[in-house]
Structures are given as structure tokens and as C-alpha cells.
């Protein structure tokens, strides 16, 4: 290629040559990353040893969904972005040599190696400055499936907070954005829908998260059509707390939005409470299941308590964690309360690593509400709070 390259006329030579290089490019990079299978296995090592500050092999893994956030491309976030674990220290290297000694491999599982690498994994070679190296034998059989569970609500009440946690566990892989499949894109197909499921092994859940679907009235049947076994999984919050945080959210977004009080009731006089308004018509939440009952039993739902996953995240995880049929991985070594937003944060095992906290949009502050206003809306909610109660065999002392 180079020779013929340069057999050609002056003016088109540097043509030649860009063309050639970028043609060793592709092929250069076809076998390093093209070769890598995106997939969902537990065992991901990223590697960055170009740094000319780093003293000793900077070896580190990343955890896969981290890659999937990236598209898989972000290979430069710094080692103290918690992202990362660090590798071991020595100085028996040269800066930018890679041994297998020095490799620190998390295994997704609260364990982890040190001085060696879980079998079926390849260590990079020394040659690479940057990428990574999964598997084959690992993901030869990693497919895309429909949905084992489905987080269908609610908004507002801890469904993010929920999937981020149980992201933690080996046997289970989540999509990324909400699919809205049975809401808003069910005219793309069941194989749309399955093409937006993460690669998934055997013996791992596939698992989505969209909480318009609770309160959407022919999601319902649509989800039955799809799987009659799928289980279902509901965080629910106290519907007044869920309705302020539901109206601080849009207020962010639309300045200038009415007073909490002027949405919420219809007259002030008399109280009238304004319930055709999405913020207090989500917290009916009686209404809503009952259009799911209709297709699926209550075995098949699991109800999260919003509030105990803030205060208690090991506790309601464990019961998510036994309704799914998983072994109980994700315990309180997992989580570290953030004082100052009030949130629960995910940490490593060890406490290696800092702390990954949700967006700052979680634990934002509520719009101070008049009392009055407060009271009416706990009025309003009390029969259909006992009737949820009574429907799904749980009394979650939201106050009265």
C-alpha cells in the first residue's frame, strides 16, 4: 500500500499517505477494540498506564455499567472519579509496564484479587496503551431477552435510587434510559423492545425500569402480552411527599410554574382538592394497581418502601433481592448515608474507592408548604392509602 502511495503524482502523495494511515488505523483498531465484545459480564478491566504522572502501573477495573454509560468509547475518567479502583503500588515497574502481578480484578461481588485474574479473563498485553479485554469464553452466550422484572412506578418515589442498587448484583443487568416501549414506543415491536435489554448470560435477570407504566391505563395488558410471568416491582412513597417532589422537579424545569398550593387545590375556601392534577393523581395508588390486577396476582408484585431505601437501603434490597429468587449480595457494605443530602450513597467493599452518589437532582430540597394545604391532601389520600394498604397486605404508616 505504501509503495503504491508513492508512485503517485506530488499532488496527491500526502492524499496517499493520510489515506494509508488512517486504512492501519482501522485495522489497528478493529483488532484491539473491534474484536472486544460489548457485552454484560461480571468481569470488565480497564487500563490506563499512559499517564506520565503515574509512578507504578496504573491498573484498574471498571464496572460494566459504567462502560455501557459511556458507550463503551470513555476510557480517560480519572482514577478518583470512584469509577475506578485502584491498583496495586510498587516500585519494582517502570512507569507504563503491565503485570499480571499488579492486576486488581473485581469481580462485581464484593470480592476481588489481588496478584491474579478470575479464569476466563485476559490480562492486556503491555503493548496497549489504553482499552479493554473481556472474556469470549464468558460471552459467547450472552443474548438479549425481554424483561425477567420490571420497575413500573412510581414517579417520584425511588425507582432510580432502586435500579442503581440493584445494579450492584453479579445476576442482574439493567437498561440505561427508560424505554417507554409500553407507553410511548409499543408501535416499534417486541424485537425494538429486545434490542434495548443489555447482553445478558445465563442465570442473569434482564431487568428494565419505566414508572409512567404504573399509571398508564393499557400498559397493563400490553406488559400481560408480552410475558404472563414477568415480575412486577412498585417503590411507593408517601403520596404527599411524592406530589411536592413531583411539582419541585417540573418547578426546576418551567420558572415561573404556580405555588405548590395554587396546583394542588382547586379553592382555597373550601379546600377542594385538585385531583385531575398528575402530582396528586399518581399518589391514587389503589386505582392504579387495580388495573393490574385484572392481569397479573399480587405474588407477582413486589412493593419497595421509598422511604425505608433511603434510611434502610440494605433492608428493603435484601427483600427485592429474595422476591427476584437472587442470593442476598447487596448488603449494608454497599451503602453510605450522605449526611448533607439526606441519600444514600454506593460504596466498594472496604471502602476502597469514594463513594458513587445519584445525580444531584436526588435529595433536592422541597418548597416549604403551607400546613393547611398539607393537611387537606392527607385528608384526601387517607381511604385510598387504607385501601392500598388492605390490597397488598402492607401498611407503610404514611402519616394521616
Not at 413500573?152 to 424505554?179: Q, S
Not at 431505601?309 to 449480595?329: H, T
Not at 437532582?361 to 392500598?388: A, E
Amino acid at each position: 500500500m505504501l509503495k503504491y502511495c508513492l508512485r503517485c503524482r506530488p499532488r496527491v502523495i500526502l492524499a496517499g499517505i493520510m489515506l494509508c494511515v488512517l486504512l492501519m488505523l482501522s485495522v489497528y483498531n478493529l483488532a484491539v477494540i473491534g474484536s472486544v465484545p460489548l457485552t454484560g459480564n461480571d468481569y470488565v478491566i480497564a487500563v490506563r498506564n499512559s499517564l506520565s504522572t503515574v509512578h507504578a502501573p496504573e491498573n484498574v477495573i471498571r464496572h460494566n455499567r459504567m462502560l455501557q454509560d459511556a458507550n463503551y468509547k470513555d476510557f480517560s475518567v480519572s482514577p478518583d472519579s470512584g469509577h475506578f479502583a485502584g491498583g496495586q503500588v510498587d516500585n519494582k515497574h517502570q512507569p507504563g509496564e503491565l503485570r499480571d502481578s499488579n492486576i486488581y480484578v473485581d469481580d462485581d461481588d464484593g470480592g476481588g484479587a489481588v496478584g491474579g485474574v478470575p479464569p476466563g479473563v485476559t490480562p492486556l498485553s503491555s503493548s496497549f496503551k489504553e482499552g479493554y479485554r473481556t472474556s469470549s469464553t464468558l460471552v459467547s452466550n450472552a443474548t438479549r431477552k425481554l424483561p425477567d422484572a420490571i420497575i413500573i412506578g412510581v414517579k417520584k418515589g425511588g425507582t432510580r435510587a432502586l435500579l442503581e442498587f440493584l445494579r450492584i448484583h453479579p445476576r442482574v443487568r439493567a437498561t440505561g434510559p427508560e424505554p417507554h416501549f409500553f407507553d410511548r414506543n409499543y408501535h416499534e415491536g417486541l424485537a425494538w423492545y429486545r434490542e434495548q435489554m443489555p447482553l445478558t448470560t445465563p442465570g442473569q435477570l434482564t431487568v428494565e425500569k419505566t414508572p409512567s407504566y404504573f399509571v398508564t391505563r393499557d400498559v397493563p395488558k400490553k406488559v400481560y402480552n408480552m410475558s404472563r410471568n414477568v415480575k412486577l416491582i412498585v417503590v411507593v412513597r408517601d403520596p404527599v411527599v411524592r406530589a411536592i417532589s413531583d411539582y419541585t422537579q417540573a418547578a426546576s424545569k418551567r420558572p415561573g410554574m404556580k405555588p405548590f398550593e395554587q396546583m394542588a387545590l382547586l379553592d382555597n375556601r373550601t379546600g377542594l382538592v385538585n385531583s385531575s392534577w398528575g402530582a396528586v393523581r399518581i399518589g391514587v395508588y389503589p386505582k392504579h394497581l387495580d388495573r393490574w390486577l385484572k392481569h397479573f396476582p399480587l405474588r407477582q408484585f413486589h412493593f419497595v418502601s421509598g422511604e425505608r431505601l433511603i434510611v434502610d437501603p440494605a433492608g428493603e434490597m435484601a427483600k427485592v433481592q429474595d422476591f427476584l429468587g437472587l442470593e442476598r449480595v447487596i448488603t449494608d457494605k454497599h451503602f453510605y448515608l450522605n449526611q448533607t443530602r439526606g441519600f444514600p450513597c454506593l460504596k466498594k467493599p472496604g471502602g476502597s474507592g469514594k463513594p458513587h452518589c445519584l445525580g444531584k437532582t436526588k435529595g433536592r430540597q422541597h418548597p416549604s408548604v403551607d400546613p393547611h394545604v398539607l393537611q387537606r391532601l392527607r385528608d384526601f389520600y387517607k381511604p385510598f392509602n387504607l385501601k392500598f394498604y388492605q390490597m397488598v397486605g402492607q401498611n407503610f404508616r404514611w402519616p394521616t
